[in-house]
Structures are given as structure tokens and as C-alpha cells.
């Protein structure tokens, strides 16, 4: 199912509170908010999607063992608001520790207004990898300092730096790491197969 986007007239988006809100009646969707206020509306993942997160989740949080006070993996039911003023969903994000703790406990409970360290997006089959690169390079555009892009459909991926897109892969033979970021996170592609 492609996207919905919901236009509104100028001046009657919705605030903060309202799309959070909003976004919590309606939770059988991921509801985003674009740069421009309108409303993206997306299905639910499909099974082989969330197998992949899944595995995605298991590597980040045996990743994190050892390294607790480095900073919080958050999943895709986490909205960021943005400088932009969008509201972005990844499928998965990091914050180092020292950020996310200076936040009040009321941002951190509702959409933390801050952008991710690291983020991480997979292509569902309802994505096209067009709409998956501007959403990356509006999370760099928006501090976003380490991302991967990983394409299981047509089995390739990216790496986008603070200074954009930095490497490609063309089929999943590669491994994707922190750079320096994040310098000993590595995932090597065949293992979401």
C-alpha cells in the first residue's frame, strides 16, 4: 500500500500534543509528519519486514552489552521531532546517553525533540527506495550523524555519513559498520537473510 498524505490548510496542522495524540488512537498505523506538516500515513510492516527487524533488534541489543552508559536503542514506535519540525519514525535509532538524558522526562515520554545519533531504515515492499533515500537525507539534513539504508528487496544497502551518502553496496555480500560514530558496530548483510 503506497503512503496516504494528509494535506491541511495553512495555519490548522496539528501541534505536537495533538499528533502524539492522534497518533495514539490510531495506532495500527505509522503516522509521520513530513517538513512541510502534512501527515504520512503508512501501513503496517509485512512479515518478512518485521522478521528483519527482528533480527535487526537481537544484533543492536547483543551489540549493546558492555556498552549500557554509551547511550538507548530505541525501535520503530518512536516519533522524533525534529529542528525541521518533521515528526520521523526509523525502524531502528541509537541517542548517546549524555543527549537523551538531558531531555525531561515529558520529552522522552511523548516525541522526543532531538535527532538520532545513528538510524537505521529498511525498505518494506510497500517502500520505494526512492522515498527511503529523502527520508535518509532528511535525518542527515536534520544532525543525524550515522545511517544505513538496507534494501532486503533488491538485496542492497547505503551508508550515509554527516556528509551524506558515503558508500553502497550492491548485493548483501558487504558489511555495514559505525564508522566512526559508532566504531565497533558491525553487521554483516547475509545475516538478515
Avoid at 73 to 92: C, T
Amino acid at each position: 500500500m503506497e503512503p496516504i498524505v494528509l494535506k491541511f490548510p495553512i495555519n490548522q496542522e496539528f501541534t505536537d500534543n495533538e499528533l502524539f495524540d492522534f497518533c495514539a488512537v490510531n495506532d495500527w498505523f505509522r503516522i509521520e509528519r513530513n517538513k512541510h506538516g502534512q501527515l504520512i500515513i503508512m501501513s503496517p510492516s509485512g512479515g518478512n519486514t518485521g522478521r528483519i527487524h527482528f533480527k535487526i533488534y537481537k544484533f543492536l541489543a547483543q551489540w549493546s552489552i558492555g556498552r549500557e552508559d554509551l547511550g538507548y536503542i530505541v525501535d520503530a514506535s518512536v516519533g522524533f521531532r525534529l529542528p525541521d519540525k518533521s515528526v520521523l519514525a526509523p525502524d531502528a535509532a541509537f541517542v548517546f546517553k549524555n543527549r537523551w538524558d538531558a531531555l525531561t522526562e515529558s520529552e522522552q515520554n511523548k516525541f522526543p525533540p532531538l535527532c538520532p545519533d545513528f538510524v537505521i531504515e529498511v525498505r518494506s515492499q510497500s517502500d520505494t527506495i526512492t522515498q527511503l533515500k529523502a527520508k535518509m537525507n532528511d535525518w542527515i539534513a536534520n544532525g543525524c550523524r550515522l545511517g544505513w539504508l538496507i534494501d532486503p528487496v533488491s538485496q542492497k544497502a547505503w551508508i550515509y555519513s554527516e556528509h551524506g551518502l558515503i558508500k553502497s553496496f550492491d548485493n548483501f555480500d558487504g558489511e555495514l559498520d559505525g564508522l566512526d560514530v559508532l566504531p565497533n558496530l558491525r553487521l554483516e548483510l547475509k545475516s538478515l537473510l
